[in-house]
T-cell receptor
Framework: DTGVSQDPRHKITKRGQNVTFRCDPISEHNRLYWYRQTLGQGPEFLTYFQNEAQLEKSRLLSDRFSAERPKGSFSTLEIQRTEQGDSAMYLC????????????FGPGTRLTVL | AQTVTQSQPEMSVQEAETVTLSCTYDTSESDYYLFWYKQPPSRQMILVIRQEAYKQQNATENRFSVNFQKAAKSFSLKISDSQLGDAAMYFCAYSSGGGADGLTFGKGTHLIIQP
């Protein structure tokens, strides 16, 4: 068990560009969550999947954001037409259905939009 | 909507001493879970301790224990025998019973351990 991994760890992009992040959860974890954390704040929930189904989306997830988990394993989070306000740490977490509240977090992807 | 409040932006404690971090929350639900997460400077969140709302007994994990006051909606974390490796941001978090909205976090408390 290698834990939750995220790629890339850092991303710098120019305003208006599209970016995509990847999350690989712990093997056999059914649930996968995405959070956003800005400086000095706690993480904020964005969305979560149970297997391949996206079951909940926060109002923070604007139309420019889309997340997928096509085969119920890894997930991608895409941000289109990035804005400076999108600069943040994007965290992924996973949990097993039997203990869904115990979420294990990845190291995060730090996005900087210039 | 549920809210989690951590009123101590920063706390400092001498190594080997005991420190208590405060957390209050607001919810109208009866089935929920509370957590303390640690985020060291490397920024990977680590689960420290969890508490089920239906359990009256306070959770304990080695040097970490909680004081769960359900009526007061208070959930404090006590760290005994503080160690240098305990230095980190500590986040209090709430989850509803179904976990549908993920975790709701407080703003965190920066814990400094003085040698």
């Amino acid at each position: 068990d290698t834990g939750v991994s995220q790629d890339p760890r850092h991303k710098i992009t120019k305003r208006g560009q599209n970016v995509t992040f990847r999350c690989d959860p712990i093997s056999e974890h059914n649930r996968l969550y995405w959070y956003r954390q800005t400086l000095g704040q706690g993480p904020e929930f964005l969305t979560y999947f149970q297997n391949e189904a996206q079951l909940e989306k926060s109002r923070l997830l604007s139309d420019r954001f889309s997340a997928e988990r096509p085969k119920g394993s890894f997930s991608t989070l895409e941000i289109q037409r990035t804005e400076q306000g999108d600069s943040a740490m994007y965290l992924c977490a996973s949990s097993i259905l039997a203990h869904y509240n115990e979420q294990f977090f990845g190291p995060g992807t730090r996005l900087t939009v210039l | 909507a549920q809210t989690v409040t951590q009123s101590q932006p920063e706390m400092s404690v001498q190594e080997a001493e005991t420190v208590t971090l405060s957390c209050t929350y607001d919810t109208s639900e009866s089935d929920y879970y509370l957590f303390w997460y640690k985020q060291p400077p490397s920024r990977q969140m680590i689960l420290v301790i969890r508490q089920e709302a239906y359990k009256q007994q306070n959770a304990t994990e080695n040097r970490f224990s909680v004081n769960f006051q359900k009526a007061a909606k208070s959930f404090s974390l006590k760290i005994s025998d503080s160690q240098l490796g305990d230095a980190a941001m500590y986040f209090c978090a709430y989850s509803s019973g179904g976990g549908a909205d993920g975790l709701t976090f407080g703003k965190g408390t920066h814990l400094i351990i003085q040698p």
